[in-house]
């Protein structure tokens, strides 16, 4: 009689053992999807960044042109070339220092 209780036993120990395994294959395989679409959304979101830079990359080089630095000053920001009376020569302009130093030496 010994017998089939030590056999109901193992047989109960080893029906628990495999379902735990079982169980624990799943969790992990879950795991392994959960994370597979995690690193697809990653990579999705990695490429849009790529292709954001690159146009922000174009749109930075059209702006150090001089005309499109005309295109945006005249469009967007309503500017216009200074009348001629609006222009001063730099060569006309007095040299402040020099003029600050001539009235300090007294």
Do not use: C
Request: aromatic share 4%; hydrophobic share 45%; glycine share 4%.
């Amino acid at each position: 009689m010994k017998r089939p209780r030590r056999f109901v036993a193992l047989w109960t120990l080893a029906t628990v053992a495999t379902v735990a395994a079982f169980v624990v294959h799943l969790a992990l395989r879950g795991k392994t999807v959960s994370l597979g679409y995690e690193l697809g959304r990653a990579r999705a979101e990695q490429a849009r960044m790529r292709e954001v830079k690159r146009v922000l990359m174009v749109e930075s080089a059209s702006y150090k042109t001089p005309e499109r630095v005309e295109i945006v000053a005249r469009t967007l920001l309503g500017m216009e070339p200074a009348p001629p009376e609006r222009i001063v020569p730099m060569n006309s302009v007095p040299d402040r220092d020099h003029t600050l130093a001539v009235t300090e030496d007294p």
